[in-house]
């Protein structure tokens, strides 16, 4: 048996697969998320304990049979400050989090977020680490003195699981921002940069690209192998088989995330994004993590009070355009992070009236984010194959919508493709070979209906005009 670990920021769950890459069980535990005044935290031992749970109650499904290996992987970016047993000294900050959006605005305005996007192809935004660390050096120095490193949320985890004597990270998470992506170390002009470089001493030492322990015994067997990383975008490109130059992953979850690999590394263009580097050297992810996602469609499904089970219902019964319905789906409240910047966007509804229905409000919605999604799975560069995967793809009339807003043949990938990705990357780590093309096989392909591409190409460039004057306000 095979145990993918995957650490979310609402729920954390374990799967447990065969030799052959069938997902055999999974189990799930939700975590808290802490959200007040734009800062969002979470308990660490909280999110601990229920790795421990979920490995305990996955292991005892299949009494006596060992796990022959497993791989973590977890949420990225945000500050996890511990001390040398992996503890918490404060709460973790969340990735969510948009306590530090005044600081990035000022680099914004000066030419720091710049400097350091043209150093490591980085761009920052409130809730990952640099500002988040310059903001608690500022306001909350205790912290940071308490602390022995601040970490990303699975190097806790695997800190804790292995006994380890110190936190170590893999290149993926620390890809962002302090990460130089050619040598794949640290870049201290950056920490300079921030004015972070008395901090230096907290990052954690980079493991390139050999994470790995053995178990102490915590939820899985005393001994079991288990490797560290990569964190959940990287797993997931690798769960879904997105490893040759041009293809891409779009993840549908609360968040949209594209992913495109390449070998290629280029700082100029507009900042946004990252790079994020693999177990491979050379190889990399340009990576269009943005804000909006699901969670813009869960808003307007509440607003609405129509229930998940009812939105296939409603797309099959409205048609494209959604009768002139249009929505910027920018609801994060730390704006949009790619593929460009701005903290300040907010979303923005037109075209409605007393004859709009729940369905055109729906059916909007679900286009503005494809269109979001096109714009980022663009500027990552996507000219090979296409997988998705996430909680958006449960929906067949969504995904299908999607495959028509984008003008790309879909592969879904189902399952727990992060925990699957984690599995390949620790066989890769301990030379254990595996069957990748059966490991990732897509459950089915999504064709588009080429005159409904033609029709959202159109709508796609009425999309970038409105944002381009949404932005422009902000």
């Known amino acids: 048996m095979y145990v993918g670990i995957d650490v979310g920021t609402s729920v954390v769950k374990a799967a447990a697969f065969a030799p052959d890459g069938q997902e055999r069980a999974v189990e799930a535990r939700p975590v808290g998320l802490s959200l007040r005044d734009g800062r969002a935290e979470q308990d660490m031992d909280e999110v601990y304990g229920a790795v421990v749970a979920v490995l305990a109650a996955l292991t005892a499904r299949f009494p006596g049979e060992p796990v022959a290996l497993a791989g973590l992987t977890g949420q990225g970016d945000g ?3 511990v001390d040398g047993a992996g503890r918490p000294v404060r709460a973790a900050v969340s990735w969510m989090d948009g306590r530090a959006h005044r600081l990035l605005d000022g680099w914004l305005a000066d030419g720091t977020f710049e400097a350091v996007f043209r150093r490591t192809g980085s761009a920052m935004f409130p809730g990952c680490p640099g500002p988040l660390l310059a903001w608690l050096d500022r306001y909350e120095p205790a912290s940071l003195d308490a602390a022995r490193a601040a970490v990303y949320c699975k190097d806790m985890v695997f800190q804790r699981l292995t ?19 050619g040598t794949r170390t640290y870049d201290d002009g950056v920490l300079e940069l921030l004015g972070l470089g008395h ?24 001994g079991t192998r288990l490797a ?3 964190y959940d975008l990287p797993a997931s490109a690798l769960g879904a088989g997105v490893t040759a130059p041009g293809d891409g992953l779009l993840i549908v979850g609360t968040c949209l995330a594209a992913l495109v690999a390449t070998e290629e590394l280029d700082l100029g263009g507009e900042p946004a994004g990252l790079y994020v580097s693999t177990d491979r050297a050379g190889h990399r992810l340009r990576a269009m993590p943005a804000m909006v996602g699901t969670a813009a469609l869960d808003w307007m ?3 609405t009070g129509v229930a ?8 099959a019964g409205t048609p494209p355009g959604a009768h002139g319905v249009r929505v910027l789906p920018y609801f994060a409240p730390s ?9 300040g966007l907010r979303a923005e509804l037109s075209g409605v009236g007393l004859e709009s229905t729940r369905g055109d409000l729906v059916r909007a919605t679900c286009e503005g984010i494809g269109y979001a999604a096109r714009h980022c799975l663009e500027a990552a560069g996507l000219d090979g194959t296409l997988a998705v995967c996430g909680g958006g793809t449960r929906s067949p ?7 028509e807003v984008l003008g790309w043949p879909l592969r879904v990938v189902g399952g727990e493709v992060g925990a699957r990705g984690a599995v390949l990357a620790a066989a890769g780590r301990f030379g254990v070979p595996l069957d990748t093309t059966a490991w990732t096989a897509p459950t089915r392909v999504v064709e588009p209906a080429p005159e409904r591409v033609a029709y959202y190409a159109r709508g796609y460039e009425d999309h970038l005009t409105r944002l381009e004057w949404a932005r422009a306000r902000c």
């Open 335 to 343: 704006g949009e992070r790619a593929p460009f910047v701005a903290p």
């Open 397 to 403: 009339a969504w995904t299908q919508l999607l495959a």
């Open 308 to 315: 998940h089970e009812e939105v296939d219902g409603l797309l």
């Open 228 to 230: 560290n990383g990569p």
């Open 79 to 81: 500050v996890w400050l």
């Open 163 to 181: 006994g380890a004597a110190r936190a170590v990270t893999d290149v993926s998470d620390a890809s962002m921002p302090f990460l130089d992506p």
């Open 199 to 222: 901090r230096r001493g907290l990052l954690a030492p980079v493991s390139d690209p050999v994470g790995t322990g053995a178990a102490r015994g915590e939820g899985l067997p005393a």
């Open 301 to 303: 499904l509440s607003t």
